[in-house]
């Protein structure tokens, strides 16, 4: 009886920590609930990397990569990126060593980004679409490409996503022009199928906000009696 005591007690634990542990387990559909999440920018683009575009996009403001027209705050560490993933510049780092960038159209670079997101614990990013640049073949083309990136990236190694939409800029007209966008991102590009895209309530998650400068109010005028 002692025995038969022993193994009871053993498979009572047994099944105690494996319901335990299935109660861990994160649900198939990844939600916002407990994630560290960034916004990613992957607007960055360089000449020869295979879009419409095909240029110096978000790095600087003119068309050569110079001191005086660079936008960025920080500039990159390229040092992890291969030879075929960089873009160079004319100009060079302390030391004399080339200044090199990258693009985000490039799915290897976007996949080596999820790749260092999983391994410093970051659940996962929200892409930050500016609403404004839709307007545009070429860069609608290159936005949904990133977009594609993004998505095999994150089922790659295991990171979440979802949209993000910046109207900075938008007038009235902002909520039809997103519809209309969400609706190819969904329809077409069929991102929400994803089983890395977040989801909310059994609902993907789209988000929306305002970054640019804000327009200028005019104060109203004192009336003195």
């Not at 990397?49 to 990569?65: I, L, M, N």
């Not at 404004?132 to 994150?154: K, M, T």
């Not at 590009?189 to 977040?198: C, D, K, N, V």
């Amino acid at each position: 009886m002692l025995i038969l005591s022993r193994w009871a007690l053993k498979l009572a634990v047994v099944a105690v920590v494996g319901i335990a542990c299935a109660q861990l387990q994160p649900p198939p559909t990844p939600t916002p609930d407990r994630k560290v999440m960034f916004g990613y920018r992957g607007w960055f683009g360089c000449p020869g990397e295979g879009s419409q575009r095909d240029g110096w996009q978000r790095w600087v403001r003119g068309g050569a990569p110079v001191a005086a027209e660079v936008t960025v705050d920080l500039w990159p560490d390229t040092s992890e990126l291969p030879d075929a993933e960089r873009c160079a510049t004319d100009l060079a780092l302390p030391g004399g060593r080339a200044a090199t960038v990258f693009s985000s159209f490039n799915p290897d670079t976007v996949d080596r980004h999820f790749e260092w997101m999983k391994e410093y614990g970051l659940d996962g990013v929200s892409i930050e679409s500016p609403l404004a640049e839709r307007d545009s073949p070429a860069l609608s083309e290159f936005r949904n490409q990133v977009a594609r990136n993004v998505r095999d990236a994150a089922e790659n190694h295991g990171r979440v996503f979802a949209i993000m939409y910046d109207i900075s800029g938008e007038d009235s007209d902002a909520a039809d022009a997103i519809r209309r966008d969400w609706t190819y991102l969904v329809d077409t590009l069929r991102l929400t199928e994803s089983p890395r895209y977040l989801q909310q309530d059994g609902n993907p998650v789209l988000a929306s906000g305002a970054w640019g400068t804000p327009p200028r109010v005019p104060r109203p005028t004192r009336r003195w009696r």
